[in-house]
Each structure stands twice: as structure tokens, then as C-alpha cells.
């Protein structure tokens, strides 16, 4: 099968990957001829990983990489079976890909998009094939995240939902399917009410952000608590997944707590700033 990726960055990069190990022909498109670089360099080194630690030959990795055709024209993607998007999480960014991949790509081709949270109708509303448009949300780092979530838009096909699946499977991946496109899908929710509930516990006094990890390392067996989550993901990266998912569903889980408006206005950004719920200066 060809694939094509457009965006060559932590995720398109890896989607790259995985989809030259399962024995794709794989075209890489990204608009700056440095992140392609960059791209291209990632994929080599984290090959070159998997086949010291032998988990693939050498040859297969040598292989891999070969199958990867790295281009800066989107042209380029015209032959593709499938093209998977994954350029910055921008509205208007994704909608002016997705309009120019409708134009260029074969009226079969389906345009997968891996948003982390903009409903895919929305997408797949700037285009003339609505039915083809599918979200198959991968997990960073790709090469070694088992999870792909298959997120269904109002009008994409079964037939659609098919293939993108036999792709996600054939690139080693286990497919969960989000039946709607409800803002965050399924793992997002999760994820961001948990940290939502964490937040308000802390913020009332109720225990501190430490217990608060601790119970969930050891009563869960979670690897890490929310709070150190969110401080390694980004305050303002949970910020706005909570205030997405808010605006779309109205649903008072998903209301930003008062002290996570604070912290993003003041810089308590988590691990990037020195400062979130914990100290790391
Ligand atoms: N990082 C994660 O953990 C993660 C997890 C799941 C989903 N996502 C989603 O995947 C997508 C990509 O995220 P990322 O972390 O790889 O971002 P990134 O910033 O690492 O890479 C984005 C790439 O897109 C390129 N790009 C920007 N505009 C483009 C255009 N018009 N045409 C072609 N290329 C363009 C950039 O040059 C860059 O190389 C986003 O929608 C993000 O929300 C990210």
C-alpha cells in the first residue's frame, strides 16, 4: 500500500516509521526542508535502536528507511492510498491541508487526520469526500505506544472506518474505536477529567498534589499521577484540552478549576517553566 504523511514531526515521523516497518512505500511531506531533516534523522536513529537492541535486523532497518521518499511537495502525495495528517494541532492549519489533499488525492484515497482533539466533522467538513475523513489518534512515541484510536466523524463511511483500521492493525497497532467525535474521544476525556477531579481536590484543601500522585501510583498502579502528568504534559497543554472538551460538551467535569486559569496566566507551565504543581528549580 503507499502511505503519505504530511507533517514530519514527532508524530508524522513515527507514523512514517511504522507504517516503512510494516513494507508501506511511505511519502513524508513536510512544508520546512529542516523539520523534514529532522524528521528523517529520528526515524534513522530510532531504527538503528530497534535493530541494536534486536528487535529488527539491520537489513530490515536499513529497508525501512529506504521506503521512506522525504518531500517538501504535497504534489507528491497524489499516489497515496491513504495520507495521514499530523501537522500542528491549528484549525486553520489542518483545514487548508485537508482542502489542498482533497484536490490532489485520488477520489479512493482516504485522509486519516491525528488530531488530539478537534472533532474530525469539523475536518473533514472542508473537503468534498466528508465519508473518507477518519481520525486514527496515535500515541506518542509511535514506535512503541500500542494505541490507536479510531475516531469516527458524522458522515465517515464503515467502509472508510475498514480501512483505516487495517491499516492501524498493519502497522502493529490495537484500534479502539470512538464511535463519535466528542471533543478529546476517549482517552482524552479520561485522562483530562482524572485531572480535573485531582485538581479540584488540591485546590480545596482536600489533600496535597503529593497524596494526591501517590494514590494514584500505588492505589492504581498508574505510573505516574495526574498532577505529575500534567506537569510533564504541560499545564496549558491540559488547560486547553480541558477547555476544548468543555466548550463542546458544556459539561461541568471538563470546567478548568480556578487554580489551572492561575497557574497558565501567571507561567507555572509544569516541567517546561521550572514550576507547576511541583518545584524543579
Ligand atoms: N505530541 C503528542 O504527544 C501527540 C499525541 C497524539 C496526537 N498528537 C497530534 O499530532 C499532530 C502533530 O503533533 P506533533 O507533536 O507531531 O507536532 P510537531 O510540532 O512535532 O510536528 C508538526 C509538523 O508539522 C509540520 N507542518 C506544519 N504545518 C504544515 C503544513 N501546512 N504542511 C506540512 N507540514 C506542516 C511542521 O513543520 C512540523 O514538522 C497534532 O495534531 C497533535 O495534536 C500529538
Redesign the pocket.
Known amino acids: 500500500m503507499k502511505i503519505a504523511v ?7 515521523g513515527g507514523i512514517a516509521q511504522v507504517s516503512a516497518l510494516a513494507g508501506h512505500e511511505v511519502t513524508l ?4 526542508q529542516e ?1 523534514l531533516a529532522r ?1 528523517k534523522d529520528t526515524i534513522a536513529a530510532s531504527l538503528a535502536k530497534f535493530a541494536d537492541k534486536g528487535r529488527i535486523s539491520q537489513d530490515e532497518a536499513e529497508a525501512a528507511l529506504d521506503r521512506i521518499r522525504p518531500t517538501t511537495d ?1 504534489e507528491a502525495v497524489g499516489d497515496a492510498d491513504i495520507v495521514v495528517e ?4 491549528k484549525l486553520e ?2 483545514a ?2 485537508f482542502r489542498r489533499l482533497d484536490a490532489i488525492c485520488a477520489d479512493s484515497a482516504v485522509l486519516a487526520t ?4 478537534i472533532p474530525i466533522t469539523t475536518i473533514a467538513a472542508v473537503t468534498e469526500r466528508p465519508e473518507m475523513v477518519v481520525g486514527t ?4 512515541p509511535v514506535p512503541l505506544m500500542k494505541l490507536c484510536e479510531l475516531v469516527r466523524g458524522y458522515k465517515t463511511s464503515d467502509q472508510t472506518m475498514d480501512r483505516a483500521r487495517d491499516f492501524a492493525e498493519g502497522v502493529g497497532k490495537t484500534v479502539v474505536v470512538v464511535n463519535r467525535d466528542v471533543a478529546g474521544f476517549v482517552t482524552t476525556r479520561l485522562i483530562t477529567a482524572l485531572a480535573m477531579e485531582a485538581i479540584a481536590l488540591v485546590e480545596s484543601g482536600v489533600a496535597s498534589a503529593e497524596d494526591v500522585d501517590t494514590a494514584c501510583r500505588l492505589g492504581f498502579g498508574h505510573a505516574m499521577g495526574p498532577l505529575e502528568t500534567a506537569d510533564m504534559t504541560g499545564v496549558d497543554i491540559i488547560f486547553n484540552a480541558t477547555s476544548n472538551i468543555y466548550a463542546d460538551s458544556q459539561d461541568e467535569k471538563f470546567s478548568p478549576p480556578e487554580i489551572l486559569r492561575r497557574m497558565v496566566t501567571a507561567g507555572d507551565l509544569g516541567r517546561k517553566t521550572g514550576r507547576g504543581f511541583y518545584d524543579y528549580s
Not at 29 to 32: A, F, M, N, R, T
Not at 86 to 89: I, L, Q, R, S, W
Not at 137 to 140: E, I, Q
Open positions: 504530511v507533517g514530519a514531526g514527532l508524530m508524522g511531506q513536510d512544508v520546512g523539520s524528521g504535497l499530523a501537522v500542528f494541532e492549519i489542518k487548508d491541508v491525528n488530531t488530539s482533539a489518534h496515535f500515541f506518542s
